[in-house]
């Protein structure tokens, strides 16, 4: 009875193949170059995308029914964290601190990859990109919300969360990661498939999601923790995505290699010079250590990293240019950074504080050749001074790098006691650096770079303070001013975690839970 | 027995985040929809202009002629975020499943007429490209739409149109293998029935005002398309020639259809009730469009249906024109 006539089975490949770039074609009614007009202008050449090879094959089905699954597991945990009030849970309230920071830092950046891989598939004309980067702006979407909703509940128990869509466009250590991602979605399609697909991705995601996710591990934040590890499972296939741009371009043309160069070296170092928040929060902020800043540079950079290059060299790829500054460097990032943050503690919208002894041995181990020597000495300062009265708060606005944007607060390579600082000239302007990395890359494109919304340079033209304020009336106090417009409360959002509201809240909350008060 | 779990009840300090705060006037607990959707793309202090488009800001209301005073008003009635988007259609997929085995192990495919079946395969094929173009189109309002309501909505639609083209893809390989696949693509490119939806559907593609983009996409073309060839010749007609077998095949897009155009017609409705401009704006695109979607379908559904296909396209334009009147629009 089985009329069945015996159909040809297609192999996985085969069958994706079809639910995908076969639905493409190549239109007639409209001309290429009106449909795709960006995958030109950045000169990368691309011959064939039929030579795209899928780095997954998930079709649509299946992605719905795995990442429900996902989210139904998630939001279950989510939702029995906020009900148990799991954040009494973390090993120390300065502990969330980090969490902050990563809600105005990070989460707006998942956002604006939603848009940004959103472009850029629409913008390749092979179907086989396209499909993989329209999931990651659908994923991304998932990133922003899981975390936005994961840590809505501590913004109703802490300060330092509660405007923090705003402070990402305004507060100005935010305008690190803000341009960071500024820069990678207003580049090209390709640039921003190597920016973000490659270079943050691929090669840097380990040191900034594993040592956030591990960190809720170690200090008890199951919330933050779920969210990540949820997340993970995407970052595999957004991981895949990277390296199979990377190798697609590099085998379509050489002329593509000194392009893919130069971004790889650009991309390594801004989105490094981000990462400096990370590592001032594994070494600084974490209660509870996971492990410092400058062995996970060690592991997931020089050694993963290294060979992953070594991988690439077959493609003519070589090590990004900046990775011996950067060897240099991870003595002393972390400790530079969480300086400057105490010292300007009154302009941030998370608390600060003084390491305490044990930290400061931690710190010792792990930093044996810089940490006695240089930043130890400044600590014991600065906490003499505070117990004297006299904490320590700089009032006077920072220059700032005009690529990166973060203050000058770098040293020269091999030389941890002086200030870097490069400069160079522009149609009659002059502009300063961090870093020659910095300065190479603005000279490369000083048109771009010459639009940063630097936030020093705002707050000196007057355009950082609420509408209707006088800068010229008698006893004006800018720092207020500018608080104002950030939306960052003086004395609950900023300041010393000591004396916090944070603190106290915390430990009364604490002991009702676990004393009988 | 109930245990409580809660041990301490502590007075949060706030409900909610302060940029959802100053848009609902009150803070207040907000659902995770508004939670995860008010107020998420920037608005301004853009560090760079976009090298690929300088005279535009990353995000910038210049690339549309709607005016706004509020983006975020174009709500999504489905409240769909990302959980409640993918658990949504992860149970519209287990269903789509559970039909394609029903099909398959019953033998139905087997049981179709012979002249179902191939009405079906030529009618339904070359719309799996036709979907991919859909596709292609919401990923372009999803990145160019001025707020992040309009945009996110997009990319679910983006991503719903692709496993539409894939649950096509799947139906042409059950009711006619691989064959029926590159059949169905040439006469997509080729035969001249389908040139002028496919012509529709590249012109399509050099709108560059995201909003004309979900008109002509969203509203005017399937708001034809899925009426007439899902509801009306696949569930009405295939099925009153024995071909009910196609209409378990193709429910996920009946389905899909009627719960999307509720975002459809509410996004347009905020637009056409903000002001008389964008009223007049939106109306043009739909003049400019609508006669075109209608005289590029008829040669299509008349593939299935031949000479009943003028008035089956005249049945579903009344409807389409009571959807329109309800939006504010005329057909």
Sequence with gaps: ?517 | MQIDLRTVTIKPLRQTFDHIARYLGADKPVSRYLEGSIGIQPKDIFHYRPTWEPEREIFDEGRTKIRMKDWDALKDPRQFYYGAYTSARARQQDTAEANFDFVESRGLVEALPDEVRQAAVALLVPLRHLAWGANMNNAAVCAYAYGGMAAQAAIYQSMDQLGIAQYLTRIGLLLGDVEALSAGKQAWMNDPVWQPLRRYVEDSFVVKDPFELHTVQNLVLDGLLYPLVYDTIVDQIFAARGGAAIAMLTQFMTQWSAETRKWVDATLKAIVTESAENRGIVQAWVDAWLPRAKEALLPVAAIAVSEQAPALLDEVMEGFAQRLAKIGLSA
């Design chain 1, 1 to 517: 009875m089985d009329m069945q006539v015996a159909k040809k089975k297609l192999g996985l490949k085969e069958k994706y193949q079809v639910m995908t770039r076969d639905l493409n074609w190549t239109p007639t009614y409209q001309k290429m170059e009106d449909i795709y007009p960006y995958v030109h202008y950045e000169g990368i050449k691309i011959h064939d995308w039929d030579r795209w090879e899928d780095p997954f094959r998930l079709t649509m089905d299946a992605y719905w029914k795995y990442q429900a699954e996902k989210e139904k597991k998630l939001y279950a945990i989510i939702d029995a964290y906020a009900q148990n009030n799991g954040h009494l849970n973390v090993t120390d309230a300065r502990y969330i601190n980090t969490v902050k920071l990563f809600l105005t830092g990070v989460s707006p950046l998942e956002y604006m990859a939603h848009r940004g891989f959103a472009h850029v598939g629409r913008a390749f004309p092979g179907p086989g990109p396209r499909v993989a980067c329209l999931m990651q702006s659908l994923d991304e979407m998932r990133h922003f919300q899981t975390q936005v909703h994961a840590i809505s509940n501590y913004n109703k128990y802490y300060n330092g969360f509660h405007d923090f869509r705003q402070w990402h466009d305004r507060v100005w250590y935010l305008s690190v990661p803000k341009s960071f991602f500024d820069d990678a979605i207003t580049a090209g399609p390709f640039e921003f498939m190597v920016a973000i697909g490659f270079s943050f991705e691929y090669v840097l995601t380990n040191l900034l999601f594993v040592p956030f996710v591990s960190g809720a591990a170690y200090n008890g934040d199951m919330g933050t923790m779920a969210y990540g590890f949820s997340a993970q499972s995407d970052e595999a296939r957004h991981m895949t995505l990277g390296l199979e741009v990377i190798k697609f371009i590099l085998e379509q043309d050489p002329d593509n290699l000194p392009i893919v160069q130069r971004w790889i070296d650009k991309w390594t170092w801004r989105g490094y010079r981000v990462l400096t928040l990370v590592a001032m929060m594994m070494d600084y902020m974490l209660p509870k250590r996971t492990m410092s800043w400058k062995e996970a540079w060690e592991i997931y950079f020089e050694e993963n990293g290294g060979a992953l290059f070594r991988d690439l060299s077959r493609y003519g790829i070589r090590m990004p240019k900046c990775a011996e500054t950067i060897r240099f460097e991870k003595d002393h990032l972390s400790h530079q950074a969480w300086c400057t943050f105490y010292n300007y503690t009154a302009a941030t919208a998370f608390h600060t504080w003084i390491p305490t002894e044990d930290e400061m041995q931690w710190l010792s181990a792990k930093y044996p050749d810089s940490f006695d020597k240089y930043y130890r000495p400044r600590w014991e300062f600065w906490r003499e001074q505070a117990a004297k009265g006299n904490r320590f708060y700089n009032t006077t606005l920072p220059m700032l790098c005009q690529t990166c944007q973060i203050p000058m607060l770098f040293t020269e390579p091999g030389d941890p006691t002086k200030i870097c600082y490069r400069e160079t000239d522009y149609k009659g302007m002059k502009y300063h650096f961090c870093s020659d990395h910095c300065k190479e890359i603005f000279e490369h494109e000083p048109e771009k770079y010459v639009q940063a919304w630097l936030p020093v340079h705002q707050i000196y033209q007057g355009n950082c303070f609420p509408e209707g304020t006088d800068p010229s009336a008698e006893g004006f106090d800018p720092l207020k001013a500018v608080l104002q417009w950030y939306n960052v409360v003086h004395g609950r959002d900023n300041l010393d975690f000591d004396g916090s509201e944070d603190q106290r809240n915390f430990a009364a909350w604490r002991a009702q839970a676990t004393r009988n008060v």
